[in-house]
């Protein structure tokens, strides 16, 4: 599979008065759907992180569509836009349990080496476990 969906219930405290998802809490969202990725691979971020690899993010963009609302199930798709080098991007889509598209995004995330503080390639053991992963 080229994606992966993620199923998650917007919290009460995820909205404004009006029962409207505050609009920060899509990147969180996002973040959700790429650790969810990450793990169908059988990596995450405290394993890369034990190995000396930090992956912060270093773009995000969000286009908003439609509103999501309190108690509403929503579903993100995570698609990998090209294979990892020294940074990794994602593609999100966002939608409601009566399938309305949300919001899309975009995050860029960067390898890390921890001790140098500097960018790095892509760790061979990712690219390894991505090596049936079509685009």
Same mark, same amino acid.
């Not at 969000?62 to 199930?73: E, F, G, P, Q, T």
């Given at each position: 599979m080229n994606y992966n969906e993620t199923e998650l219930r917007v919290r009460y405290g995820e909205t404004d008065q009006m029962g409207v998802v505050y609009h920060a809490n899509y990147a969180a969202y996002f973040e959700v759907?790429?650790?969810?990725? #990450?793990?169908?691979?059988? @990596? %995450?971020?405290?394993?890369?992180?034990?190995?000396?690899?930090? #992956?912060?993010?270093?773009? @995000? %963009?969000?286009?908003?569509?439609?509103?999501?609302?309190?108690?509403?199930?929503l579903k993100v798709k995570t698609i990998l836009k090209k294979m990892p080098t020294a940074s990794i991007e994602f593609d999100y889509e966002l939608r409601n349990e009566s399938d309305v598209l949300l919001a899309t995004g975009n995050t860029v995330l960067a390898f890390i080496n921890m001790k140098s503080n500097r960018p790095t390639r892509c760790p061979k053991y990712i690219l390894d476990q991505l090596q049936n992963y079509s685009l």
């Open positions: 759907g790429r650790t969810e990725w #990450l793990r169908e691979f059988g @990596l %995450s971020y405290s394993g890369m992180e034990a190995d000396g690899v930090m #992956l912060p993010v270093i773009s @995000l %963009s969000i286009k908003y569509k439609n509103s999501a609302r309190y108690d509403d199930l």
